[in-house]
Each structure stands twice: as structure tokens, then as C-alpha cells.
């Protein structure tokens, strides 16, 4: 049974990235967790299953001007020790410019799953 969508837009857009890069066989597949489950609450978002089977977990959060991506990933990681990828996604830039969002996500997690 299909999974409902959920409404957070920086999440939607790296989920259309993974599974783009799933196709393109970049990686094996991911999960996407639900709002307030156990793994959401370790601060994982997506759980990455890359091409060597090994797992990356993800955390995604919205890019805006009030915190910077750098501060951000401080906080997460100051209360998520284990999960050090995180991902800022420029959400109010959907409408004007969207295509680059996809190409700076797709960037970005390229360079994280071959770090």
C-alpha cells in the first residue's frame, strides 16, 4: 500500500532526488521516515542504503536567512551525535527557481554518499 505524502516540502524534494539517483543506480534505495517515529526522533529523516549495502542516515532541514546550514548542523549534531549528514534544502526558492534546488540537493548528496 502506498505511502501517504507528507507535507514537508525539503523533504519532498530530497526524496524526488533519491529516487532519481535510485533509478540511475547511485544508490540501492532509502527509506523515508514518518513524522514522529523512533528513527525521527534520532534525527533521521532518510535512511540511505548505498551501493556497498552500508547505510547513511540523513537529516533534512529548510534553508533560510535567520539560522545559517552551518548552525544548524551544530544543534543537530549537539543532540544527534550519530547522524552526521545533514542537508539544508532551499525551499523558498520552489517557485522561482526550482530546477536549481534539485541540482544543489543532487549535488550535495552525491558528495555526501562519495565522501
Same mark, same amino acid.
Given at each position: 500500500? @502506498?505511502?501517504?505524502?507528507?507535507?514537508? @516540502?525539503?523533504?519532498?524534494? /530530497?526524496?524526488?532526488?533519491?529516487?532519481?539517483?535510485?533509478?540511475?543506480?547511485?544508490? #540501492?534505495?532509502?527509506?523515508?521516515?514518518? @513524522?514522529?517515529?523512533?528513527?525521527?526522533?534520532?534525527?533521521?529523516?532518510? &535512511?540511505?542504503?548505498?551501493?556497498?549495502?552500508?547505510?547513511?542516515?540523513?537529516?533534512?532541514?529548510?534553508?533560510?536567512?535567520?539560522? =545559517?546550514?552551518?548552525?544548524?548542523?551544530?544543534? !543537530?549534531?549537539?543532540? !544527534?551525535?550519530? /547522524?552526521?549528514?545533514?542537508?539544508?534544502?532551499?525551499?523558498?526558492?520552489?517557485? =522561482?527557481? #526550482?530546477?536549481? /534546488?534539485?541540482?544543489?540537493?543532487?549535488?550535495? &548528496?552525491? =558528495?555526501?554518499?562519495?565522501?
Amino acid at each position: 500500500m @502506498p505511502r501517504p505524502r507528507l507535507s514537508n @516540502p525539503a523533504e519532498e524534494v /530530497v526524496e524526488k532526488v533519491l529516487e532519481k539517483m535510485a533509478e540511475a543506480g547511485a544508490i #540501492s534505495g532509502f527509506f523515508r521516515n514518518r @513524522p514522529n517515529d523512533r528513527l525521527d526522533e534520532e534525527g533521521m529523516d532518510f &535512511l540511505i542504503i548505498l551501493k556497498n549495502k552500508l547505510a547513511l542516515p540523513l537529516q533534512v532541514k529548510t534553508a533560510n536567512r535567520r539560522e =545559517s546550514c552551518e548552525d544548524k548542523f551544530r544543534k !543537530h549534531k549537539k543532540k !544527534h551525535p550519530l /547522524v552526521n549528514f545533514l542537508i539544508c534544502v532551499p525551499v523558498g526558492l520552489l517557485a =522561482s527557481d #526550482s530546477e536549481r /534546488v534539485y541540482r544543489e540537493v543532487e549535488r550535495d &548528496l552525491k =558528495s555526501m554518499i562519495n565522501a
